[in-house]
């Protein structure tokens, strides 16, 4: 039966129709993404409970707990999603689903199109064309995720719906990420984790000095995961927030606080962008194998550099001085009184081997 996790809910909701979102392994990224999704679905569907079931973990009850309640009801973890039995049974146990939305991609979502068979459920996936059951049509898929997922809302609801990507602050971080930066001017980076994603530490570094010689601070977001990067980010001088400066669930709302300060974010690909997106930040991604377009995020401000404009896919062969020219086209659209938005002969970044 998999292991449950419920936020609050009033009983009177066990006898509302159900509107049920599958998926695989929800990260911070993907959940983010969906925020779209499950706010067009709470305005078309206000009678009803958002269960959101997961064949693995999810950041909803977790990092995202803290606007749980705004977007669903009930989070289900580690379910038997990858059998057409699984499914049957967690549609039948739960007793009232009416709306059937599996999220996951590729041959995914077999088990769950094979298990509403017969079933009086509308069914929809995220498969080529939105195969359905009990719904007429089929379309072309949007090229991003996010776009994907919304549409698969808007065509249970069967009209179009506003694409609302925002997320409020949290007034404890709020004045938490006041107190830890005083600065007016400063740009937030993070390098995120992974073999293949990270870009580069003599990078990083060479990066945060082209932003102080611009006359802007650098401040590094470094995630529980990624404690380790102090080790060359402090001997440089260059401030980090992280686990030493907020409570761990408290965290990832500071760096949510900070981005709506910041004149820019440039990040990895990782959850940490994501959530800054959903301020409008201007945001860069250094993308390295990720499909960039794909897994867009949800600010119209955003910038993309990719490895596969240096014929690789691995974050670590984008140069330093291509992300400094991008980072300085952002500037100097986003804040155009700066001193960093002012036209400069090269880029001011420090050669290093790894260039």
Known sequence: MGSVCLCPVASQNQLKPIILTLTHNEKLGDAVLRIPMYRALRLAFPEHTIVCA??????????????????????LIDQPLMSVSGV?????????????LDLRSGRRPIPSYLATAGLPVKYISNSPGFIRRNIAGVERRPPTNAQRWHRMAE?????????????????????????LVTDRQFVLLSP??????????????????????????????????????????????HQVIDASSAEAELLPWVFHALADRALA???????????AATR??????I????????????TPHHWVIEAREFGSTMAKDIP????????????????????????????????TPSQ
Do not use: C
Request: glycine fraction near 8%; charged fraction near 25%.
């Open 88 to 100: 049957r049974s967690l549609v039948r146990r739960l007793g009232q689903v009416q709306y059937l």
């Open 54 to 75: 997961s064949a693995e973990g999810s950041a909803w009850p977790t990092t995202l707990s803290a606007v749980l309640e705004e977007f669903i009801d009930q989070v």
């Open 287 to 298: 993308a390295g194998p990720t499909n960039a377009r794909l897994w867009r995020p949800v």
């Open 265 to 275: 974010v440039v990040a990895a690909e990782s959850g940490i962008g994501h959530l």
């Open 155 to 179: 065509i249970m609801a069967g009209r179009l719906l506003p694409f609302e990507a925002e997320l409020q602050l949290l007034p404890q971080a709020t004045v938490e990420a006041k107190r």
């Open 280 to 285: 409008s930040a201007a945001l860069l991604t």
């Open 192 to 237: 995120g984790e992974g073999r293949f994603k990270f870009w580069d530490r003599d990078k990083w570094l060479g990066l945060a000095s082209h932003i102080e010689d611009a006359g802007m601070r650098p401040i590094f977001l470094i995630g529980p995961p990624e404690q380790e990067q102090r080790l060359w980010i402090d001997p440089a001088g």
């Open 320 to 351: 330093l001085k291509a992300v400094a020219e991008r980072l300085d086209e952002i500037l100097r659209q986003r804040a155009p009184n700066t001193k960093a938005a002012r036209p400069r002969r090269s880029a001011a970044v420090t050669p």
